[in-house]
């Protein structure tokens, strides 16, 4: 699998360091924010 380069539209975030988001399809990015907004609302406040 080749590697695709950023595009200036598609920034890497400061945790995707190797922009796996880009290889996600939409259903697949859709389901890392629900976990990522789940985790943010509901487990970091227990771990805090």
């Not at 890497?12 to 939409?26: C, G, H, I, K, W």
């Not at 990015?29 to 789940?38: E, H, L, P, S, Y």
Request: proline share 6%; aromatic share 4%; net charge negative.
């Amino acid at each position: 699998m080749a590697v695709q380069p950023i595009s200036l539209l598609e920034t890497p975030s400061a945790t995707d360091y190797m922009n796996v988001r880009s290889l996600l399809s939409e259903e697949e990015r859709q389901i890392q924010d629900t976990v990522a907004r789940f985790v943010d609302e509901r487990v970091l406040p227990i771990m805090n």
